[in-house]
């Protein structure tokens, strides 16, 4: 009888699990937006982007594992997409998510009568 022992490694490129993300979001011009951003993994690393680009307004900070970005005084101009770039930092394994960001004005009705 011969016997073959062969070893196998897969790498699917899912990428860190999830456990929070960007979502789509509105809000009122003048307020506050935030994003929270969180991976299933003990060693996280985060970086934001806006519209594919590193972020320019705002602030990032990271409470445990959870990274968020807060954007205060939203202007029109702040509307658009922000991508959390989670990576775990003892696989290397990384993966993107991103949430949409609405920013409105207040409607303003004005009776004349």
Known sequence: ???????????SGAGPTFLQ???VKSAIRGT???FNCQIDVSQPSYHWQKDGSNISKGSI?????????QID????????NYSCIATDRQSS???ERTGTLVVKGITCYVNLF
């Open 1 to 11: 009888m011969q016997c073959k022992v062969v070893t196998c490694a897969t790498f």
């Open 21 to 23: 993300e960007p979502t």
């Open 73 to 80: 005084n939203l202007e029109f101009s702040d509307s658009g």
């Open 61 to 69: 900070s990271l409470s445990g594992s959870v990274s968020s970005l």
């Open 32 to 34: 506050t937006a935030t």
């Open 93 to 95: 394994q990384s993966g």
